[in-house]
């Protein structure tokens, strides 16, 4: 049962959390002040407020990046990026897990006011949310934020004009992750309680 529980836990966090659920066929750069800080896990998320308009740093492909990222593709990540061209005037940033952070060489949290930098994907459902695979902070440090390779393939990414659809027009998407994920957990809690009434039956 406990086993259960821990597998249907895991998966929740995959479908909340995992890559796939961000346009990582379209790196995006943006930079801005730090406005609000949520720091815990399972991951920290720091609002930024975009500098307007967003512009791409000359020379940002050359940039000392970590090795471990480098060794994942993180250099040609960079090749490919582009500025952030939302229209939102801020963005949630997803950052990696706590633990993971201060190995990376983050022990300290980002505070409200400091100046960032990153490198990353839009949600796929939150176009305000977006997934770093590198920040750079105000002191200077790169911090990579990816430790496993991007999904081999993704969808094409949607213009801008296309990421509300209108109802009825075939584009609907289905239900989110975390709907689906909810369901699962249900039916094996459900199957939990029916097995253990049979049990306690003479």
């Given at each position: 049962m406990?086993?259960?529980i821990l597998a249907l836990a895991s998966l929740l966090g995959t479908l909340h959390h995992g890559w796939e659920d961000f346009h990582t066929e379209r790196p995006l750069y943006v930079s801005g002040t730090v406005t609000e800080v949520r720091w815990g896990n399972p991951h920290p998320e720091v609002r930024l407020r975009l500098s307007a308009p967003v512009r791409l740093p000359a020379g940002l492909a050359e940039r000392p990046i970590p090795a471990e990222l480098a060794?994942?593709?993180g250099r040609e990540v960079l090749r490919r990026t582009q500025?952030?061209?939302g229209r939102a005037g801020e963005v949630v940033l997803v950052l990696a897990p706590v633990e993971r952070l201060s190995a990376w060489?983050?022990?300290d949290r980002v505070?409200?006011?400091e100046r960032l930098?990153?490198?990353g994907y839009v949600s796929r459902e939150h176009a305000d949310e977006l997934r770093p695979e590198l920040l750079v902070r105000q002191d200077g440090r790169a911090i990579r934020q990816r430790s496993v390779p991007l999904p081999e393939?993704?969808?094409p990414a949607p213009a801008p004009s296309d990421m509300a659809a209108p109802t009825g027009s075939g584009t609907e998407?289905?239900?989110p992750p975390w709907l689906a994920g909810g369901a699962l957990l249900v039916a094996g809690a459900t199957a939990v309680v029916v097995y253990g009434r049979k049990r306690r039956r003479p």
């Amino acid at each position: 049962m406990k086993s259960m529980i821990l597998a249907l836990a895991s998966l929740l966090g995959t479908l909340h959390h995992g890559w796939e659920d961000f346009h990582t066929e379209r790196p995006l750069y943006v930079s801005g002040t730090v406005t609000e800080v949520r720091w815990g896990n399972p991951h920290p998320e720091v609002r930024l407020r975009l500098s307007a308009p967003v512009r791409l740093p000359a020379g940002l492909a050359e940039r000392p990046i970590p090795a471990e990222l480098a060794e994942l593709g993180g250099r040609e990540v960079l090749r490919r990026t582009q500025p952030f061209d939302g229209r939102a005037g801020e963005v949630v940033l997803v950052l990696a897990p706590v633990e993971r952070l201060s190995a990376w060489g983050m022990p300290d949290r980002v505070a409200a006011g400091e100046r960032l930098e990153a490198v990353g994907y839009v949600s796929r459902e939150h176009a305000d949310e977006l997934r770093p695979e590198l920040l750079v902070r105000q002191d200077g440090r790169a911090i990579r934020q990816r430790s496993v390779p991007l999904p081999e393939t993704s969808p094409p990414a949607p213009a801008p004009s296309d990421m509300a659809a209108p109802t009825g027009s075939g584009t609907e998407a289905g239900p989110p992750p975390w709907l689906a994920g909810g369901a699962l957990l249900v039916a094996g809690a459900t199957a939990v309680v029916v097995y253990g009434r049979k049990r306690r039956r003479p």
